[in-house]
Nanobody
Framework: QVQLVESGGGLVQTGGALRLSCAAS????????MGWFRQAPGKEREFVAG????????QYADSVKGRFTISRDNAVNTVYLQMNSLKAEDTAVYYC????????????????WGKGTLVTVSP
C-alpha cells in the first residue's frame, strides 16, 4: 500500500501562485509514476500532470501547460505541483495519484489516491 497526503492548497487571487505537495509513505516511492488530478464543483475529475519515476517526461493537460510544473524528490518521497498564473477556472480539489509502474501512461489505471487539497482562485 502507498499512502498519499496532499498539502499546500488554499485561497489565492487570480494571477497568483501556489505549490502543492504530496507526501508518500508505504512502499518504495521511486517505483511509481506520480500525477495530479483535479475535480471542480459539478465536474468530473480530470488529469492535470504526470511524471515518471525519475522526474522525467512530465506531461500536462493543455489547460495548464506553461503555467504548472510537476516535479518530484525521491529522497523525501514527495511530488510537487507548482501552479503559476492561476485562473478562476483552476479552482478545484487537487488529488495526488500513483500509477502501478514507473512510467506515466496517459489514461492508465491509478492505483493510489490521496484525499485531496482544495485550491480556490478568487476572481
Amino acid at each position: 500500500q502507498v499512502q498519499l497526503v496532499e498539502s499546500g492548497g488554499g485561497l489565492v487571487q487570480t494571477g497568483g501562485a501556489l505549490r502543492l505537495s504530496c507526501a508518500a509513505s508505504g512502499r518504495t516511492f521511486s517505483n511509481y509514476a506520480m500525477g495530479w488530478f483535479r475535480q471542480a464543483p459539478g465536474k468530473e475529475r480530470e488529469f492535470v500532470a504526470g511524471v515518471n519515476w525519475s522526474g522525467g517526461n512530465p506531461q500536462y493537460a493543455d489547460s495548464v501547460k506553461g503555467r504548472f510544473t510537476i516535479s518530484r524528490d525521491n529522497a523525501v518521497n514527495t511530488v510537487y505541483l507548482q501552479m503559476n498564473s492561476l485562473k478562476a477556472e483552476d479552482t478545484a480539489v487537487y488529488y495526488c495519484a500513483a500509477q502501478g509502474g514507473p512510467w506515466w501512461i496517459p489514461r492508465d489505471a491509478i492505483y493510489y489516491w490521496g484525499k485531496g487539497t482544495l485550491v480556490t482562485v478568487s476572481p
